[in-house]
């Protein structure tokens, strides 16, 4: 994708989007469980990334969806442990980052939390943040909640569609949340037999 990208001079996201634009939300049951980093308590440090579900009917698009599927289930799982522990409901998700160039990860993201989706008008946030820091430093402008009235503005937002919603919300519930109960005792296994990761 990346040499393609290249020669037809487009970022690797339009070509990914091409890639996953037929494969069903859901991935038609492929599922990806993204602990691939140790955690601490949940998931605990034996903790490895998973793929369940793979038919002969799955390609590498469905391969590619389910990763992005898997990482907005992780991160939609860590939104409703931080409302949980806030009192607070999230009601928009703001998205930046290489990944919110993608409309197909956007559009899955806003499904996955059933939740409208935002990205800024630049992904590249994390510069822009440095320089509302300097602005207010520098006195042009009076805080930071003056310079970012100022320097930012959404971009694109994406709406849940409702089908897709409902599917990725069973999925969620019914077997995402599950993995890592049903996996961690083999997970254990692994560390016992192969020595990773280390204790």
């Known amino acids: ?3 393609l990208a290249t020669e037809r001079g487009v970022p690797p996201e ?5 890639l996953i634009a037929d494969v069903p939300a859901g991935s038609m ?3 990806l469980q993204p602990y691939w980093s140790p955690g601490t308590r949940e998931p605990g440090p034996e903790a490895k990334g998973a793929i369940i579900g793979f038919g002969d009917v799955h390609t ?3 391969m590619y969806r389910a990763i992005l599927e898997g990482l ?3 991160l939609r799982e860590g939104l ?5 522990a806030s009192g607070k409901a999230v009601t928009e998700l703001r998205v930046s980052g290489g990944g919110s160039q993608s409309d197909a990860a956007m559009q899955l993201t806003a499904d996955i939390f059933n939740r409208p989706a935002v990205r800024p008008h630049t992904y590249e946030t994390s510069g822009l943040g440095a320089a509302m820091v300097v602005a207010v430093g520098l006195g042009l402008h009076a805080d930071f909640q003056v310079a970012a009235n100022a320097m930012t503005r959404p971009g694109r937002r994406f709406e849940p569609r409702p089908e897709a919603a409902a599917v990725y919300d069973k999925l969620y519930r019914r077997v995402y949340r599950k993995l890592y109960p049903q ?3 083999l997970y ?3 560390r016992d037999i192969t020595g990773y990761p280390a204790q």
């Open 80 to 84: 409703e442990n931080t409302e949980k």
């Open 60 to 62: 590498r698009a469905h």
């Open 1 to 3: 994708e990346q040499q």
């Open 14 to 18: 339009a070509l990914f989007d091409e």
């Open 29 to 31: 049951g492929l599922m």
């Open 183 to 185: 996996l961690s005792g």
């Open 188 to 190: 254990h296994e692994i």
């Open 72 to 74: 907005a289930y992780a």
